[in-house]
T-cell receptor
């Protein structure tokens, strides 16, 4: 069966520090991968998605970047965190076809102080 | 902005009652819809989905209804249980967003015993 791993679960980082969040998927090949950010009381907002290794699409302008160095690995990064980067970050995957459900990781709670 | 929204931010019901959670969408090009359940501090979990060529789909204790004429989606939960307490989101797959899901704001369901 397929599983998705996302870590760390919580993270407290100072303003101006770098960020690296990692997500890996097991049990499937060529997944579409997604990074979402969720503000308190809101639905997840799509940040990035990837349809293959090295292929990244950004949905909103921001202080973050994403990379996909391997088929089942998706990384969210920042060179210098801002206070406004605080939030709940979710990684997700689906089978790469339209009209299929996405499966989410357990999320990372990032607090920038 | 988010064009997939829910009519009510909160819904409180008694255990054993039926719950109805509503969602309105504005993009007529959307052809796939999903309901997710999210418990505090966790990633969203898939509940049920429906394609635009259907108007009703049933699962275990849940039913999703789709009214394309008025762009309205609802989730019905039968015999609501305390374990159903969570935030519920509808999400859509828009043709211009590839395979990515776009989320609405969410409804918090509280079930009292």
């Amino acid at each position: 069966s397929q599983t998705i791993h996302q870590w760390p679960a919580t993270l407290v980082q100072p303003v101006g520090s770098p960020l690296s969040l990692e997500c890996t998927v097991e049990g499937t090949s060529n997944p579409n991968l997604y990074w979402y950010r969720q503000a308190a009381g809101r639905g997840p907002q799509l940040l990035f998605y990837s349809v293959g290794i090295g292929q990244i699409s950004s949905e909103v302008p921001q202080n973050l970047s994403a990379s996909r160095p391997q088929d089942r690995q998706f990384i969210l990064s920042s060179k210098k965190l801002l206070l406004s980067d605080s939030g709940f970050y979710l990684c997700a995957w689906n089978a790469g076809q339209r009209n299929t459900e996405a499966f989410f990781g357990q999320g990372t709670r990032l607090t920038v102080v | 902005g988010e064009n997939v929204g829910l009519h009510l931010p909160t819904l409180s019901v008694q255990e054993g009652d039926n719950s109805i959670i509503n969602c309105a969408y504005s993009n007529s090009a959307s052809d796939y819809f999903i309901w997710y359940k999210q418990e505090s501090g966790k990633g969203p979990q898939f509940i049920i989905d429906i394609r635009s060529n259907m108007d009703k789909r049933q699962g275990q204790r849940v039913t999703v209804l789709l009214n394309k004429t008025v762009k309205h989606l609802s989730l019905q939960i039968a015999a609501t249980q305390p374990g159903d307490s969570a935030v519920y989101f509808c999400a859509e797959n828009r043709s211009q967003a590839g395979t990515a899901l776009i989320f609405g704001k969410g409804t918090t369901l509280s079930v009292s015993s």
